[in-house]
Each structure stands twice: as structure tokens, then as C-alpha cells.
């Protein structure tokens, strides 16, 4: 009912910048309430790293990427992107947007993902 696509990963050396970004499409892509991103490494839970509003206010960031990555959505084009700068080796991982829509209690549709890594 929302399909997402992402694009943009790849790799880069530490210090370096990529943009993500995430294109919704669907019966229900007017539903969407909350864009974000997520990543995970192999053996590891997958973490928060940033989502953003309908009204694009208050977007919020995870500890770790504070300051070095931001966010942003373009509604008209059903849009959300992730530009991520001074990466780290760290930051290395599968990165999958993921929205939530109106009434849901989480993100309920998820990407495929893209990798990006970072070397030192």
C-alpha cells in the first residue's frame, strides 16, 4: 500500500558526505504521517537515526549523528532524504527509510535498503 524506494548509498572515505533519499509511493501514500531512516550492521538490532513530520517541524536525531546529518521531506514529491556529513567508519551500515501512517502505532512500511560504508 506504500512502496519505498531508497537510493544513494555507497561508499565514501571517512570524512566524506552522501545523500540518501527515499521516494514513497502507493494507494496510501497520502496517510503518511512520519518519514524516517534507520540503519543496522550484521548481528546488531537495527537503530534509529533520524525522522522527520507531515509538517516537517522538530525533526529528531539520534545521539550519534546529532549534527552531522539532517533530514528532510518534500511532501509534494513524497520525498525524504538524508544528508549525511563528516561520516565515520561507524556510521557503516544498511540504511532503510521507513514511514508511519496516520493511526499507526509505529513505522509500518520499510524499504529494502542501501548500503553505505565508510572507510578509514
Do not use: H
Amino acid at each position: 500500500q506504500v512502496q519505498l524506494v531508497e537510493s544513494g548509498g555507497g561508499l565514501v572515505q571517512a570524512g566524506g558526505s552522501l545523500r540518501l533519499s527515499c521516494a514513497a509511493s502507493g494507494r496510501r501514500v497520502s496517510s503518511i504521517m512520519t518519514m524516517g531512516w534507520f540503519r543496522q550492521v550484521p548481528e546488531k538490532e537495527r537503530e534509529f537515526v533520524a525522522a522527520i513530520t507531515t509538517s516537517g517541524g522538530g525533526p529528531s536525531y539520534a545521539e550519534a549523528v546529532k549534527s552531522r546529518f539532517t533530514i528532510s521531506r518534500d511532501n509534494a514529491k513524497n520525498t525524504v532524504s538524508l544528508q549525511m556529513n563528516s561520516l565515520k567508519p561507524e556510521d557503516t551500515a544498511v540504511y532503510y527509510c521507513a514511514v508511519r501512517s496516520l493511526f499507526a502505532g509505529q513505522y509500518n512500511y520499510w524499504g529494502q535498503g542501501t548500503q553505505v560504508t565508510v572507510s578509514s
